[in-house]
């Protein structure tokens, strides 16, 4: 009986978050600079960290394979062609395709994520954070890792 609610929990979770990405990839993905502090960071619209997973490949999101890793950390998708923001260099913004559908915005190559406990914009306590077997750094205009 725990393990049938333990499975149905774990839908219910996927399911909200298939659900947040579909309205969230109705407009264009906006990434914007914000001063920090461990440094001045990539940051979606609304200001919050984006993050990237060091277990990724080059224009390759390996959290999509790990479970529970999408509810935790939202994959930053776009419905349109993203937009730079001043500062952020929009030679270094792409995207990749998941699933067939949906388009996870890159930069430098590297996919970009939203972490689900940031409670205000540009918090910095989860830059590197460990989990799900990597890490989840921040990046600069430059697209480095800010650890």
């Known amino acids: 009986m725990k393990r049938i609610l333990i499975l149905v929990a774990t ?17 264009s993905a906006k990434l914007q600079l914000r001063k920090t502090s461990v440094g001045t960071i990539l940051v979606d619209a609304r200001g919050f960290t984006l993050y990237v997973f060091t277990r990724d490949g080059r224009v390759k999101n ?3 394979t790990v479970s529970g890793c999408r509810a935790i950390w939202p994959f930053v998708t776009t419905g349109g062609k993203p937009v730079a ?14 699933n067939g559908r949906t ?18 914009p540009g918090e910095a ?23």
């Open 103 to 120: 388009r996870q915005v890159t930069y430098a190559g590297r996919p970009l994520y939203t972490y689900s406990g940031d409670s205000v």
């Open 62 to 64: 390996s959290c999509a």
């Open 85 to 98: 923001g001043p500062g952020v260099k929009s030679s270094l913004i792409g995207t990749i395709t998941l």
């Open 11 to 27: 839908a219910a979770v996927a399911a909200a978050g298939s659900a947040g990405l579909a309205q969230a990839a109705v407009s």
């Open 125 to 147: 306590d989860y830059i590197n954070a460990t989990q799900f077997g990597g890490h989840w750094p921040a990046l600069n205009a430059a697209g480095q890792a800010v650890k």
